[in-house]
């Protein structure tokens, strides 16, 4: 089993900047990759960006250049730092970990103002 709790979203502005952290705790040690999805209401939930085990980062192409994901195994915390945010970068942001299953976050909205 894995929790993972979800913090550090909130209101910013066009071209402002959020960091989001994500906690894991439980079986921390049998986590593969760790990542961020969103999701809009009445959408489908999206990947943004994925680390994995060894260190890999794959980013969509909405967030390349803007966003960056990283991770403190020591902490058994992730990272997503948001820079020049836009108003389409408004979501809920979930974590979520690869292990023997797939683990949610429950969420953290994040809402990018014009």
């Known amino acids: 089993q894995v929790q993972l709790v979800e913090s550090g979203g909130g209101l910013a502005q066009a071209g402002g900047s959020l960091r989001l952290s994500c906690v894991a705790s439980?079986?921390?040690?049998?986590?593969?990759?760790m990542g961020w999805y969103r999701q809009a209401p009445g959408k489908q939930r999206e990947m943004v960006a994925t680390?994995?085990?060894?260190?890999?980062?794959y980013y969509a192409d909405s967030v390349k250049g803007r966003f960056t994901i990283s991770r403190d195994n020591a902490k058994n915390t992730v990272y997503l730092q948001m820079n020049s945010l836009k108003p389409e970068d408004t979501d809920v942001y979930y974590c979520?970990?690869?292990?023997?299953?797939?683990?949610w976050g429950k969420g953290t909205l994040v809402t990018v103002s014009s």
């Open positions: 979520r970990a690869v292990v023997d299953r797939i683990y």
């Open positions: 680390i994995t085990f060894g260190g890999s980062t």
């Open positions: 439980g079986s921390t040690f049998r986590i593969n990759a």
